[in-house]
């Protein structure tokens, strides 16, 4: 009985959230991309102060921590399922909160560091687009029982990580817009 009970706790996304995850997700893609389209050379490059990221930085960045979020989620799924823990913030509250720019906060993950992978924001999109696509498909068809599997130590569960690739790319095009709106700014 406590086994069937399990069971039916670690259940598949509801429609609503896997509806709430893809709009989210869909949202930030046309976002990030608006974003770098039409950048000339010298905007793509432009660095407001020396330790402040350039445009290209920023999307670089972006572009890396897909793959390093989606896997971070893939490992969280590998772990027992928890189906009784419950997060301790909703899905608001989080995607909110990433796009608190008060506070900033320093990338320290060294896979996700600009390094100058790519010349222009074309090739960077192309790159970006296809790591979003194998997400939004991800989000679309898995059975995954993602509200069960939680980050150790952390309070956020696997969907809700998902939740974060798109609030993590809402933040940086906030970040992105600020560069744009240096009054040094290439025009």
Known sequence: MLLFS?????????QHD?????????ASR???LDALAGLTPQQ???KPAPERWSIAECAEHVALSEDFMFE??????????TPEKKSAVTNDEL????????????????????AGRWATPAKLAEYFKERRERTL?????????LRSHFADPGDLDAYQWLLAIAG??????LQINEVKADPRYPK
Do not use: N
């Open 44 to 46: 793509w490059k432009f």
């Open 95 to 114: 995607m909110k909160g990433w796009l608190d720019r008060s506070q900033k906060v320093k990338a320290d993950e060294p896979r996700t560091q600009p």
């Open 168 to 173: 993590h790319t809402e933040r940086h095009v």
């Open 137 to 145: 498909e991800y989000v679309r068809t898995t059975q995954e029982a």
């Open 6 to 14: 399990a069971a039916l706790q670690a259940q598949a996304l509801s």
């Open 72 to 81: 971070g989620v893939q490992k969280l799924l590998k772990a027992p399922a």
């Open 30 to 32: 046309k976002l990030f």
């Open 18 to 26: 896997r509806d709430f995850a893809l709009s989210q997700l869909h």
